[in-house]
């Protein structure tokens, strides 16, 4: 089968870091994506892991381990602009992406 | 280079008509693929295809079709609308698979309002 899974919602405050996780299951794995979707928008790509380990992109950061079919999003200094939606989706043996339900991410003051 | 574009960027249609979407892909991106998306959900895969092929479809009824031009345009067409498919309706294109440069950009969207 074929599944990816992410939290619902998730709050954060102005300043802080978040950490937002996502696990999947797919026949044959290829890689795993996450985009950035403000509302009413089209999806951004913010990142694409094939290998272990943690990939740094400015206050973004992805990580992801193929063994535990386990990836998360971390971003740092947050800002009221961070607050979108964030889509992860992995690549399976047929180079298709399988997306998640997206994970709403709320900042405060 | 140019993003992917989509037109039109709204629409307003009424039950039982029908609908046809267009995509223009990233130049040099061979495969285009379409996605449903409704307040508050995720992304439902339509169609992919690549080199005017289709090559992989997702679980949406027959009134949903697609087809791809040798320039790599899209479109995809609605039949006999349902208030359900209001949505909005987004294209993404990608150059290749299975390379460091896999990747899928989308355009900006199409909204379908369905009265």
């Known amino acids: 089968g074929q599944n990816i899974d992410q939290p619902t919602e998730m709050t954060a405050t102005e300043g802080a870091i978040v950490q937002i996780n996502c696990t999947y299951q797919t026949s044959g794995f290829n890689g795993l994506f996450w985009y950035q979707q403000h509302a009413g928008e089209a999806p951004t790509f913010l990142s694409y892991?094939?290998l272990d380990g943690l990939e740094e992109k400015g206050r973004f950061s992805s990580f992801l381990s193929r063994s535990k079919g386990y990836s998360y999003l971390l971003l740092k200094e947050l800002q009221m602009k961070d607050s979108a939606s964030y889509l992860c989706?992995?690549?399976?043996?047929?180079?298709?992406?399988?997306w998640g339900a997206g994970t709403k991410l709320i900042i405060k003051p | 280079k140019a993003g992917v574009t989509q037109t039109p960027r709204y629409l307003i249609k009424t039950r039982g008509q029908q609908v046809t979407l267009s995509c223009s892909p990233i130049s040099g991106h061979r495969s285009v693929s379409w996605y449903q998306q409704t307040p508050g959900q995720g992304l439902q895969f339509l169609f992919e295809y690549f080199s005017e092929t289709q090559r992989n479809k997702g679980n949406f009824p027959g009134r949903f079709s697609g087809r791809q031009f040798s320039n790599s345009r899209s479109e995809m067409n609605v039949s006999t609308l349902e208030l359900g498919d209001s949505a909005l309706y987004l294209c993404?294109?990608?150059?290749?698979?299975?390379?460091?440069?896999?990747?899928?950009?989308f355009g900006p969207g199409t909204r379908l309002t369905v009265l």
């Open positions: 993404a294109s990608r150059e290749s698979f299975g390379t460091s440069t896999d990747t899928q950009y």
């Open positions: 892991n094939v």
């Open positions: 989706a992995g690549l399976d043996s047929n180079y298709q992406l399988i």
